[in-house]
Structures are given as structure tokens and as C-alpha cells.
């Protein structure tokens, strides 16, 4: 017995959408496990150090391919892969052999991608004393007042992995590499993107069943 067209497409529709509903994937962000490791220096960042009354050794340098500053009364310093600790612990020590008690204040800075739901996404400077919130205030805050908290995200920039921040959480103990980013979601946001990309899955599995069922009755 031969069914017209229009009724298999009936039959069929239904239970392609059962069978859809019980199996299709759901859309979630990939998270992984944060790193135990601190921020450190890059090519690219800019260390600052402020001596005590001796405005002429104080200033902020940007740190060359090399990894390496310029600074005055010092020379070249080779500073790549120091954490804010240890490159004050190393300034700090230098300027000691030349001056009788420095008093010397060392920090970095980085220019830091803050993406997202934020008012005024951009590249703000952003240093390791710093948490994630007052990064994200430096971008304006969240574009649109929620009543959840936010979903902060490192994205890195050479695999595209995630990691999952709190926002009280200081940056030095972030593992931030050149190239990455914060990236803040409104919670409610993100359930809507991942109920819309859902739907759009189901119904286009969906037609290219009946799609299917069609072309074969035609056979």
C-alpha cells in the first residue's frame, strides 16, 4: 500500500520531533580547570617602579621582545617570566646597592581585553593588585542591570579554552598569556543564546528528516 506524500510527511513529523527532543545536544559553554599558575611578565607589558625621591630613576617602561626594560642607573634588566613579586624583589635589590635605604614601588601593567556584556567593551589597562571587578567597572560594568550575578570567562587566545573567574579574584593570581582576554556574560543572556541555538537545532534536524522521507517515497 502506497501512502500519498503530504500523510508520510504527517507520520513522520511527529516522531522525527520525539526522537530529537530525546537526543539532541545541549548548548553550554566548555569550561576548564583554572591554572595554579600567576601572572607574569610578557613582551609587551609595561613595568612601572617609582623610587622614593629620585623622581629622575622613576618612570614606566614597556618591556621588549626580549623580555627585557631599560631603566635608569640599571641598564638593561632581563624581567620575561617574573611574577609581581619577584620583579620588585629584583628592582628593589639593584637600586639597593646604589642608594642607602630605597624605598622602591614596583608594579605592571598589561593591556587587557574586557569583551562581553560590558558598556564599553575596549582594552583597559589593568595591573596584578587588581580584581575582576574592578576590571570590569573600568569597561563601564554590565551593559544592562541584572539581577544575577555575572559569568566572568579568561578566554584564551591561541586554543580559544575558558576558564570560569570570580569576580572578587585578584588578577595575579590569574594566569593571563599574550593574547587573552575577559570576556563577561549576563547569565540570562547566555540561557536565552543557549535555548535559541537549541531550538534552531531541533527544528532544522527536524526538516532534514521529513526532508528525507520525502525524497525516499519518491523513489
Known amino acids: ?23 539532541a545536544p545541549a548548548v553550554t559553554i566548555s569550561l576548564a580547570p583554572l591554572p595554579d599558575r600567576p601572572w607574569t611578565v610578557l613582551p609587551g607589558d609595561e613595568v612601572r617602579v617609582r623610587v622614593y625621591r629620585e623622581p629622575e630613576l622613576s618612570g614606566q ?21 617574573l611574577n609581581a613579586d ?14 642607602v635605604d630605597a624605598v ?15 558598556a564599553s567593551p575596549g582594552v583597559y589597562q589593568a595591573e596584578p593588585a587588581m580584581t575582576l571587578q574592578q576590571v570590569v567597572a573600568k569597561a563601564g560594568g554590565m551593559r544592562v542591570r541584572s539581577l544575577r550575578t555575572p559569568v566572568a570567562l ?4 591561541r586554543d ?30 547566555l540561557e536565552r543564546w543557549n535555548t535559541a541555538l537549541d ?13 528525507s522521507v520525502l525524497v525516499l ?3
Open 160 to 189: 580559544g579554552t575558558r576558564y570560569s573567574l570570580a569576580l572578587d579574584q585578584r588578577l595575579d593570581r590569574v594566569p593571563l598569556d599574550d593574547g587573552d582576554a575577559i570576556v563577561v556574560y549576563d547569565p540570562g543572556v
Open 217 to 219: 517515497t519518491r523513489k
Open 104 to 118: 622602591v614601588d614596583v608594579g605592571i601593567v598589561r593591556s587587557l581585553p574586557v569583551l562581553g556584556d560590558v
Open 86 to 99: 619577584s620583579l620588585t624583589g629584583l628592582i628593589s635589590s639593584r637600586y639597593s646597592t646604589r642608594i
Open 154 to 157: 579568561l578566554q584564551k587566545g
Open 1 to 23: 500500500m502506497r501512502f500519498p506524500l503530504n500523510q508520510l510527511a504527517c507520520r513522520a513529523l511527529p516522531a522525527a520531533i520525539l526522537l530529537l527532543a530525546a537526543c
Open 61 to 81: 617602561w614597556v618591556v621588549n621582545l626580549r623580555g627585557e626594560i631599560l631603566a635608569p642607573g640599571l641598564g638593561r634588566l632581563l624581567v620575561a617570566g
Open 199 to 211: 531550538y534552531i537545532y531541533r527544528v532544522g534536524m527536524v526538516l532534514t528528516i521529513v526532508s
